[in-house]
């Protein structure tokens, strides 16, 4: 995983066929891998593309309250969700979807999830075991961006849960996080983020914080995917006229893809995420591509089509496809 191809990869769908809280956390964060669902086997999705097999794993979910969304109102966003059959007395459910990548000579993982730091995860060691793997087998990690949703289980418990992976992020959100002017002037629902980079840097001391697009190994592209964090990325997986575009935290449930111009609390540039998703939804629908993402109903598999002219999410059907 050393000699790196620094190839820059086009942006461009042509190519894919792809005051306030913090988040709501439990009481007690369980132990890592010890995870504070009640699910005893936590859920696993498989699909091939080409050379690779891609296995949507998940680390549990949380619900986020309806206020949480701006550039609508509570209730707007609380009557769109009962319209979807989605709405639930805490918000709109967000599920913490990973994404392990395999070749046959490497296991990559696209993000960690809270890892028992908010709501009701930490189910991802258990999902690994259930492939027969442990953290320690992992070779990668690719961190999308580094809210706490995304990097918590990199440290929970404050160890190196993955001690033989290189850990990759945009050099952009590396710097964000790690500033300690912007740490001292943020509010109180990002310190989480903050306080946990700082522990992801300090575990992780061989971590390359990369820059622009670029692939990882061939055929595992990363994409700029900048608005939610300074440094947000996407992840293209492509072999054999095959791919995904794992686009991270540009879809939420409910309110996207028909409402572009709606954000989410925690985004640090409200109207670059808004021009990224204007930009990226309807070229996405001309183009048909796959898109996994993280907080979409579990495997958060799917793609967004044009329905009489409004843009919708359609699941993709991953079981039993030849």
Same mark, same amino acid.
């Given at each position: 995983?050393?000699?790196?191809?620094?190839?820059?990869?086009?942006?461009?769908?042509?190519?894919?066929?792809?005051?306030?809280?913090?988040?709501?956390?439990?009481?007690?964060?369980?132990?890592?891998?010890?995870?504070?669902?009640?699910?005893?086997?936590?859920?696993?999705?498989?699909? +091939?593309? #080409? +050379?690779?097999?891609?296995?949507?794993?998940?680390?549990?979910?949380?619900?986020?309250?309806?206020?949480?969304?701006?550039?609508?109102?509570?209730?707007?966003?609380?009557?769109?969700?009962?319209?979807?059959?989605?709405?639930?007395?805490?918000?709109?459910?967000?599920?913490?979807?990973?994404?392990?990548?395999?070749?046959?000579?490497?296991?990559?993982?696209?993000?960690?999830?809270?890892? #028992?730091?908010?709501?009701?995860?930490?189910?991802?060691?258990?999902?690994?075991?259930?492939? #027969?793997?442990?953290?320690?087998?992992?070779?990668?990690?690719?961190?999308?961006?580094?809210?706490?949703?995304?990097?918590?289980?990199?440290?929970?418990?404050?160890?190196?849960?993955?001690?033989?992976?290189?850990?990759?992020?945009?050099?952009?959100?590396?710097?964000?996080?790690?500033?300690?002017?912007?740490?001292?002037?943020?509010?109180?629902?990002?310190?989480?983020?903050?306080?946990?980079?700082?522990?992801?840097? +300090?575990?992780?001391?061989?971590?390359?914080?990369?820059?622009?697009?670029?692939?990882?190994?061939?055929?595992?592209?990363?994409?700029?995917?900048?608005?939610?964090?300074?440094?947000?990325?996407?992840?293209?997986?492509?072999?054999? #006229?095959?791919?995904?575009?794992?686009?991270?935290?540009?879809?939420?449930?409910?309110?996207?893809?028909?409402?572009?111009?709606?954000?989410?609390?925690?985004?640090?540039? +409200?109207?670059?995420?808004?021009?990224?998703?204007?930009?990226?939804?309807?070229?996405?629908?001309?183009?048909?591509?796959?898109?996994?993402?993280?907080?979409?109903?579990?495997?958060?598999?799917?793609?967004?089509?044009?329905?009489?002219?409004?843009?919708?999410?359609?699941?993709?059907?991953?079981?039993?496809?030849?």
């Amino acid at each position: 995983m050393t000699n790196l191809s620094r190839r820059t990869v086009a942006f461009g769908l042509a190519a894919f066929a792809p005051t306030l809280s913090s988040f709501p956390t439990s009481n007690a964060a369980p132990a890592f891998g010890q995870s504070s669902t009640a699910m005893s086997a936590p859920p696993l999705a498989r699909l +091939r593309l #080409g +050379r690779f097999t891609v296995t949507a794993l998940t680390d549990g979910f949380t619900d986020m309250p309806f206020g949480y969304f701006p550039g609508r109102t509570a209730h707007e966003t609380e009557a769109a969700a009962k319209a979807e059959f989605a709405a639930r007395p805490s918000g709109i459910r967000f599920m913490f979807n990973q994404y392990l990548i395999e070749d046959g000579e490497h296991r990559i993982l696209i993000d960690a999830g809270p890892g #028992g730091s908010l709501g009701k995860s930490g189910l991802l060691p258990q999902g690994l075991a259930a492939l #027969g793997l442990t953290c320690d087998q992992i070779d990668a990690i690719i961190i999308t961006h580094m809210h706490q949703d995304h990097i918590g289980g990199l440290v929970a418990g404050a160890k190196a849960n993955f001690p033989r992976a290189e850990v990759y992020i945009d050099r952009r959100d590396v710097s964000f996080w790690t500033d300690p002017a912007k740490r001292a002037s943020a509010p109180d629902y990002l310190q989480n983020g903050f306080r946990l980079s700082a522990d992801v840097i +300090r575990l992780y001391p061989k971590l390359q914080a990369i820059d622009g697009e670029r692939e990882i190994v061939r055929g595992v592209s990363i994409v700029d995917l900048t608005g939610h964090t300074p440094g947000h990325i996407g992840v293209r997986i492509a072999d054999a #006229g095959q791919s995904l575009l794992m686009v991270s935290d540009m879809l939420f449930p409910v309110v996207h893809p028909a409402m572009a111009d709606v954000n989410f609390l925690f985004e640090q540039d +409200r109207a670059a995420a808004r021009a990224m998703r204007a930009r990226f939804f309807p070229r996405a629908a001309e183009e048909g591509a796959l898109i996994a993402a993280t907080h979409m109903p579990f495997p958060g598999l799917g793609r967004i089509v044009s329905d009489n002219g409004r843009l919708r999410w359609l699941a993709a059907a991953w079981a039993f496809q030849d």
